[in-house]
C-alpha cells in the first residue's frame, strides 16, 4: 500500500512538473513568416537609407514638415523644434530605436509606402496592413464592424488610430503583465484621455474615464495590472484578441470574472506566461508553477512561495526516502533467510 501510495506521489510530481498549461501558446502573433538572416539584413540596410532622413535617433537633420512661412533672418532651434513635432505628428519622422525593435523592423519600408514617393503615398499605408495581415482579415474586419468604433461610422478610424505601425511589439516580448497593460491601454487612453485627438475621430463629447468608472474600486490600479480590452471585449478562444469593443453595458462589470481560479484572464492577458521557461538551468520548477496557484489580483509573499515549494520537496523526499529504506531493509532481511 505504501509502495502504491509513493507511485501516485511520484508520478503527479511529475504530472506537475511537465504538464501543459490550461492556455495555449500563441504561434506567430502576426500571421507572418520570419524572414532568413541574410534576407533581414539587406532589408536593413535599405531600410537606413529611409532612416538616414526619416528619424531623429542620432540623425542631427531629420527631414522637417514643410511650413507655409518661416521667421525672417533664419530658422531658429524653436522652429527647428516645431518642424519636428510636426513632421511626427504626419509620420515623417519616426523614432529608430522603436522601430528598430518593432516586429516590421525586418520588412521594407517600401512594402507600405512605395516608391518612388508621391504626393498621395501619405494617404497608401492604411490600406497596406491587409496585405500581410490577410490571415486576419476576415476575422478583424468584421470584428471592428461590430465594435463601437465601426457602428459609429468613423470616418478618420483606421489600423493606425490604435497601432503604430513602427512601435508594434509582440506582448511576449514586453516581460511582464504590467508592461503589457501599459502598452496596450495607452492605445486606449490615447483618444479617450485626450480631448484633442478625440475631437479628431467624433463631434460627440469625450466620456470622463473616472466618471465612467466609478463603479470600480479605484480605476487606476485596475487600468495599471490590466487591459482595456480584458473587460471590453468579448472573450475569444486562440491568438488574438478580439477587436470587438463593446459598449459599456455589455462590458465585464463582475469581480470573479478576474479574481476567481477560473478567470478570464487567464485567456487573455495571462496566457502571454506560457512562454515562460517553467524549469531553469539549476532544474528546478520556477515561479510558472507558483503563479497558476493563485487568484489573479490575490497579494502574494514570494518567501512564502519558496518555503512552501522547500516544504513540499522536502516532505515527498522524505516519503521516497522512507520507502526506499523499508525497501532495502526488505531485501536485506530475505536474503538473510
Not at 305 to 310: C, G, N, Q, V, Y
Request: include cysteine; hydrophobic fraction near 35%.
Amino acid at each position: 500500500m505504501k509502495h502504491a501510495l509513493l507511485a501516485v506521489l511520484a508520478v503527479a510530481f511529475l504530472a506537475l512538473w511537465g504538464a501543459p498549461s490550461p492556455v495555449h501558446a500563441a504561434g506567430n502573433d502576426l500571421g507572418m513568416e520570419d524572414a532568413d538572416q541574410e534576407s533581414t539584413q539587406k532589408i536593413r540596410q535599405a531600410n537606413a537609407e529611409c532612416l538616414s532622413c526619416h528619424t531623429s535617433t542620432d540623425n542631427p537633420q531629420p527631414v522637417a514638415a514643410p511650413r507655409a512661412s518661416g521667421p525672417s533672418g533664419g530658422k531658429t532651434a524653436e522652429d527647428d523644434a516645431k518642424d519636428e513635432r510636426k513632421a511626427r505628428r504626419m509620420q515623417l519622422v519616426i523614432d529608430g530605436g522603436h522601430y528598430s525593435g518593432s516586429v516590421h523592423a525586418d520588412m521594407s519600408c517600401k512594402d507600405c509606402h512605395g516608391e518612388p514617393h508621391t504626393a498621395q503615398s501619405k494617404s497608401s499605408p492604411p490600406t497596406a496592413c491587409p496585405s500581410c495581415h490577410r490571415p486576419q482579415r476576415g476575422t478583424i474586419v468584421p470584428e471592428v464592424a461590430r465594435s463601437v468604433h465601426g457602428k459609429d461610422k468613423l470616418p478618420a478610424f483606421t489600423c493606425y488610430s490604435c497601432h503604430d505601425p513602427h512601435n508594434v511589439r509582440k506582448a511576449r516580448s514586453l516581460g511582464a503583465e504590467r508592461n503589457i497593460a501599459a502598452r496596450d491601454n495607452m492605445m486606449c487612453r490615447s483618444c479617450h484621455d485626450d480631448d484633442a485627438r478625440y475631437a479628431l475621430m467624433t463631434d460627440k463629447p469625450r466620456p470622463d474615464l473616472l466618471k465612467a468608472h466609478r463603479w470600480q474600486p479605484n480605476p487606476e490600479m485596475h487600468w495599471a495590472a490590466v487591459r482595456c480590452i480584458d473587460c471590453h471585449t468579448p472573450e475569444k478562444t486562440g491568438a488574438q484578441p478580439s477587436h470587438e469593443i463593446l459598449p459599456k453595458d455589455k462590458a465585464a462589470r463582475l469581480c470573479v470574472d478576474c479574481h476567481s481560479t477560473n478567470a478570464s484572464l487567464l485567456t487573455r492577458l495571462y496566457r502571454h506566461e506560457i512562454g515562460e521557461q517553467r524549469v531553469n538551468a539549476a532544474g528546478f520548477i520556477n515561479a510558472y508553477i507558483l503563479t497558476q496557484a493563485y487568484v489573479v489580483g490575490v497579494t502574494r509573499n514570494q518567501y512564502l512561495d519558496w518555503a512552501s515549494l522547500i516544504l513540499l520537496v522536502v516532505v515527498i523526499g522524505g516519503l521516497a526516502g522512507h520507502g526506499l529504506l523499508r525497501y532495502v531493509g526488505h531485501l536485506a532481511r530475505k536474503g538473510r533467510k
